[in-house]
Structures are given as C-alpha cells and as structure tokens.
C-alpha cells in the first residue's frame, strides 16, 4: 500500500478545484483580423445569429448586445428588426434592416454542427483516507488538527475507460457595411457545455474580447 501525506494530497485537491473553475468549455480554435482595416472602430454593429431555435437566436443576439455595449448604443440585435428567420433568405432585407438600425458592420454566427467524438480516459490513481470516519471533523473526537493531518491515505487505481465528447462548433464573421468584406472572423469549439446558455455567454466574451483586443469596437 502506497502512503500519500494528506498535505500533499490538499494542496493536490485545492489546486485541481482552481483550474476546473477557472477553465472555459468554449475555446477560438482560429480567429483572423484584417490586418488592412485602418477605418476607425465600429460604431453600431448588427448581430444575426443563424440558429434553428428562435429563442437560442433571440438569447445569442441579446448576449452579444450586452457585451459590446449594454446601453445597445454600438450594437442592435436582429431580432428586432427581422423577427422571422425567413428575413435572412434575402439579402435585400438584411440590407434595409442595416439602414435601419444605422450600422456599420453586422456580426453573423452560424451554427456549424455538433459532432461525437470518442476519447480514451487514461486510468488514475485516487487517494482515500485509513479511517474515512475521523474525516475534517476529527478534532471533535480530540485529535485537533494534528489527529486530522497525521492520518494517512492509501491509493485505489480506477482502470481507463472511453468517453463520447459532445462537441458544438460555431462560425462567426464581421463584416463592414461599407466595404462588404469581413474584417473579423473565428472558429470556437464548446466541448461538453453544460448547456446553451453556458455557450452563448461565453462566445459573447470571447469574440468580443478579442474584437477589442485588435481595436475594432470600444
């Protein structure tokens, strides 16, 4: 049996709690900026989110609103302008709803797919304490802190087994009105989101974030 000094083994736990809670589902696999763009910062941008859902659509917009300006000053959401999704069969209405809302670029997400993908899940090793019934609450039986710390833990190996990783891939562009021609864009993969919302809210900072990171919007 394998001894593992339970502070090691806190600091181990303590540790691996900090990165699952600071790490994101979605990620920018690709992202590109066009290094030619010297017009000055977008000043209204039209989001259109292409989603099946009309209430994902309706959620995607909305986030993507708020996060480059809550006031809705800088960017307007589809939706209010083009409630019905066959509004994005036809190029002369997104036109119009682009004068409407006085916007210099529009910001359109596709909905890419969501794939399956195996992954082998390598084994491990986990750690349990001698006596389980001490536990935190040891020094209540008179062993103090020193009763909780001097134990030690013996090692349980847990084999390898295959996972199925739900993967939902997203395209978005930004495009200038002015020009046509896109000026941004990204590729982001959300692996194993705990749900929709989860995605769209962190799409919305990502893209954002490093649309201002390349001066394109305030």
Same mark, same amino acid.
């Given at each position: 049996?394998?001894?593992?000094?339970?502070?090691?083994?806190?600091?181990?736990?303590?540790?691996?709690?900090?990165?699952?809670?600071?790490?994101?589902?979605?990620?920018?696999?690709?992202?590109?900026?066009?290094?030619?763009?010297?017009?000055?910062?977008?000043?209204?941008?039209?989001?259109?989110?292409?989603?099946? +859902?009309?209430?994902?659509?309706?959620?995607?917009?909305?986030?993507?609103v708020n996060q480059i300006d809550p006031t809705g000053k800088q960017a307007v959401?589809?939706?209010?302008?083009?409630?019905?999704? +066959?509004?994005?069969?036809?190029? +002369?209405?997104?036109?119009?709803?682009?004068?409407?809302?006085?916007?210099?670029?529009?910001?359109?997400?596709?909905?890419?797919?969501?794939?399956?993908?195996?992954?082998?899940?390598?084994?491990?090793?986990?750690?349990?304490?001698?006596?389980?019934?001490?536990?935190?609450?040891?020094?209540?039986?008179?062993?103090?802190?020193?009763?909780?710390?001097?134990?030690?833990?013996?090692?349980?190996?847990?084999?390898?087994?295959?996972?199925?990783?739900?993967?939902?891939?997203?395209?978005?562009?930004?495009?200038?009105?002015?020009? +046509?021609?896109?000026?941004?864009?990204?590729?982001?993969?959300?692996?194993?989101?705990?749900?929709?919302?989860?995605?769209?809210?962190?799409?919305?900072?990502?893209?954002?974030?490093?649309?201002?990171?390349?001066?394109?919007?305030?």
């Amino acid at each position: 049996m394998h001894i593992v000094k339970p502070f090691k083994l806190l600091f181990t736990a303590v540790l691996l709690i900090v990165l699952t809670g600071c790490s994101s589902s979605t990620k920018l696999i690709k992202r590109w900026h066009d290094p030619d763009y010297t017009g000055p910062k977008l000043q209204k941008v039209l989001v259109l989110g292409l989603f099946k +859902e009309e209430s994902q659509r309706r959620a995607f917009e909305s986030a993507f609103v708020n996060q480059i300006d809550p006031t809705g000053k800088q960017a307007v959401a589809g939706y209010t302008l083009m409630p019905n999704m +066959e509004d994005f069969d036809s190029k +002369e209405e997104i036109k119009a709803a682009v004068e409407k809302a006085g916007a210099d670029s529009v910001l359109i997400t596709h909905f890419k797919g969501n794939i399956k993908k195996a992954r082998e899940v390598p084994g491990r090793v986990e750690v349990i304490p001698d006596n389980p019934a001490y536990g935190y609450g040891g020094y209540r039986y008179g062993l103090g802190y020193g009763g909780y710390y001097g134990s030690t833990y013996q090692t349980v190996y847990r084999d390898s087994f295959t996972t199925m990783d739900s993967i939902v891939q997203l395209d978005t562009q930004v495009f200038s009105v002015a020009t +046509e021609k896109p000026v941004w864009s990204g590729f982001t993969k959300s692996i194993n989101p705990k749900s929709g919302e989860k995605i769209i809210q962190e799409l919305a900072r990502l893209i954002t974030t490093d649309m201002r990171k390349n001066g394109l919007i305030y």
